[in-house]
């Protein structure tokens, strides 16, 4: 190529990139006010969201927080209603925190308490309420709450649910230490409806995959009493 042609095709690619300049900037200069509203409802959303961390929604969960911690000290001398209605006091109670900090994980994790507290009561319609109204997500209160709910079923002598929700917390928890207290459950739920079959199964299982924990330790008394009482009748 010359160096006349070099030019001419430099001259072009010049007045290209300025016409495309040209109408970027008209674009520009006719939608100027529609961008900058853009950019203002941006800047209000994104403030908005800050905003609402920094002035409400982290102050109101710290709130929380401090609301429940002597609710947990009640809850785990057994103080049941004290830590479902508070002391009239200095503390209002796992009811309130759900309605005073509704959102709050705090009042999520009260939710919790109060099912298991009413559990303790022996109000079971009440603890099912609370207990599933729970959303969970931690790794220890979620199979714990999964594994009260089976409880209250037991007491309510709807044992198949009970085996259901005990062995969905062992499997939730995951766990070495957790999982064979909830399959023990479900072991001795087997038993007390004479499925002598299935608690051999659970209690084998137990031996089988957690023999380091106790409940693994005593599986062999247990199996051997369920096939006694097979043999039995």
């Known amino acids: 190529m010359s160096k006349k042609r070099k030019e001419s ?16 900037e008209r674009f520009i200069e006719k939608n100027q006010k529609a961008i900058l509203l853009a950019l203002l ?3 209000v959303v994104v403030g908005g969201i800050i905003a609402y961390n920094y002035l409400y929604k982290n102050p109101r969960n710290e709130k929380a927080q401090a609301a429940i911690y002597k609710g947990e000290r009640f809850f785990q001398n057994q103080q049941d209603s004290i830590a479902l209605f508070g002391n009239g006091n200095d503390y209002i109670g796992f009811e309130n925190i759900m309605k005073d900090f509704s959102g709050t994980k705090t009042a999520d994790l009260a939710c919790a308490y ?5 559990s303790r009561l ?13 959303k969970g997500g931690d790794l220890l209160i979620t199979p714990a709450v999964e594994g009260a709910i089976g409880d209250v079923y037991m007491n309510m002598g709807n044992t198949d649910k009970a085996i259901s ?3 969905n917390a062992a499997k939730k928890a995951n766990d070495d230490m957790l999982s064979p207290i909830y ?6 739920a087997y038993l007390s409806v004479k499925n002598y ?3 051999i199964e659970t209690f084998q299982m137990i031996k089988d995959k957690y023999i380091n924990s106790p409940q693994g330790q005593e599986a062999d008394k247990y199996i051997e009493a369920a096939k006694l009482q097979q043999t039995g009748n």
């Open 122 to 134: 022996g109000n079971n319609e009440k603890a099912l309420e609370y207990l599933g109204k729970f």
């Open 114 to 118: 109060a099912g298991i507290s009413y």
């Open 197 to 199: 079959t299935k608690a």
């Open 9 to 24: 095709a430099a001259e072009k690619g010049f007045e290209n990139i300025e016409e495309v300049l040209s109408s970027s």
């Open 165 to 167: 929700h005990f062995i």
């Open 183 to 188: 399959y023990n459950k479900a072991g001795f």
């Open 41 to 43: 409802a941006v800047v």
